[in-house]
């Protein structure tokens, strides 16, 4: 593609964007008008697409420098990549395909800004800044961070000490996860599979490990497309959710007999293992929405195929030894944006407008935050959710002095 209709492509996908993301733009006025971010360095490590262009630009128009790059090799968009940096001035290091290499040299030159602040999705920016960059630790305030395979490895790290600056937990914030990682996976998901594949769902029996938020969506969405759904679990309370939801509940090894679509969406390694693939049927198609690329065993594919090859764009095709072939998505990397356009622009609208009213709270409150992970203030829960009920037109009820009084209450008849 030549530059200038690469560029023009970018262009139009963060305008886009930008227009349908009316949760952010409320809280983008408000900022360009105070300046913000005025002085500060951000750092951000998000899937460099068109969504994540307009947070990042926000911060910049609230006056702040930005330099940005991707958190995953897969999940750039190139043409994203190349207007940032063309056309908007933001500096950008991210591109589809990178090596593991180029993917920490990316970040390595976000980290050079000596940020103040820093944004990211899975804490590679967070963890490098700790072990390879220790000489920006004085530098930084806080963080926030994005996902949820993130967030369990930064709790990791307060509860042994090591954490050095408070971290934002926007995953866990109710306008993110009840949204972002059930609508937002669930959707962007089932679109990943289909641009990969072509192959229908309807009939298929439909394998979804993990029944968090994210495993939620994907499964209630596969069942929409009526797909017979199979959920693997390892947290009992959430089993019983899955089979009082209707859905067939299982070990994986007994699921893998049965699938024709298997989805692990854990935050955990290993969940499809050597003996699960052993047990696959014939034409057995492998994705993954958790962050990292290690939940599907892809040594033990390797090790157990006679030879594999690229079928589609985003299908490498691994024939076994047992004669049986297996098909691999976007090389187990996050299917929905390795394969697909990620999550819809509104669902994103409200995690970011999280995300930017998480940062402005951390630049208010870091003097006196200690060094740990913390929640999402519900009162920025509860911006967000008013603005998006006027952008949607909707009217709520509110409670009357009497009930407010009453829900207050203890004594019995008041």
């Not at 690469?6 to 008008?33: D, P, S, Y």
């Not at 420098?65 to 090799?73: F, G, K």
């Not at 696959?280 to 198609?285: H, I, P, R, S």
């Not at 072939?325 to 609208?349: C, F, S, T």
């Amino acid at each position: 593609m030549a530059r200038n209709e690469l560029l023009q492509k970018g262009v139009n996908r963060i305008e886009w964007a930008k227009t349908h993301m009316k949760v952010l733009g409320k809280v983008r006025e408000r900022f360009v008008k105070e300046k913000t971010f005025e002085g500060l360095k951000v750092g951000m490590a998000l899937h460099t697409e068109a969504k994540t262009a307009v947070l990042a630009l926000t911060i910049q128009e609230a006056g702040a420098e930005v330099r940005l790059t991707s958190c995953n090799p897969l999940s750039t968009d190139d043409s994203v990549a190349y207007a940032l940096n063309k056309e908007y001035g933001l500096e950008t290091y991210a591109k589809k395909g990178q090596t593991n290499k180029d993917y920490y040299k990316s970040l390595n030159k976000v980290l050079d800004i000596g940020p103040d602040y820093v944004i990211d999705d899975g804490a590679d920016l967070i963890f490098m800044l700790h072990t390879k960059r220790k000489e920006l630790l004085g530098k930084v305030k806080g963080a926030n961070e994005e996902t949820t395979t993130g967030v369990m490895r930064l709790r990791a790290m307060a509860q042994e000490g090591a954490l050095k600056f408070p971290v934002m937990s926007v995953n866990d914030a109710y306008m993110k996860y009840l949204f972002d990682n059930r609508y937002g996976t669930g959707q962007s998901t089932m679109d990943g599979i289909m641009s990969a594949t072509n192959l229908v769902i309807a009939g298929k029996t439909f394998v979804v490990a993990g029944y968090g938020w994210c495993g939620r969506g994907i499964a209630m969405r596969a069942k929409g497309m009526g797909a017979d759904v199979v959920v693997c679990e390892v947290d009992s309370i959430r089993a019983i959710e899955a089979k009082l939801d209707g859905f067939a509940v299982m070990p994986m090894r007994q699921a893998a007999m049965e699938a024709d679509i298997i989805v692990s969406a854990t935050g955990c390694k290993d969940v499809i293992t050597a003996e699960d693939i052993k047990v696959m049927k014939d034409g057995c198609v492998l994705a993954n929405s958790g962050h990292f690329d290690n939940e599907i065993s892809k040594a033990a594919l390797g090790k157990m195929s006679r030879r594999h090859k690229k079928v589609r764009e985003s299908v490498e095709e691994y024939r076994l030894r047992n004669g049986r072939k297996v098909y691999l998505l976007a090389d187990g990397r996050l299917v929905n944006l390795a394969a697909g356009q990620g999550h819809p622009v509104e669902i994103m609208d409200m995690s970011f407008a999280i995300q930017a009213l998480c940062l402005e709270y951390l630049d208010f409150s870091a003097q006196t935050l200690e060094p740990d992970v913390y929640d999402v203030p519900d009162h920025l829960d509860d911006t967000v959710a008013r603005i998006k009920l006027e952008t949607m037109g909707i009217r709520i009820d509110r409670l009357s002095k009497g009930q407010q009084d009453y829900v207050r209450s203890w004594r019995e008849g008041t």
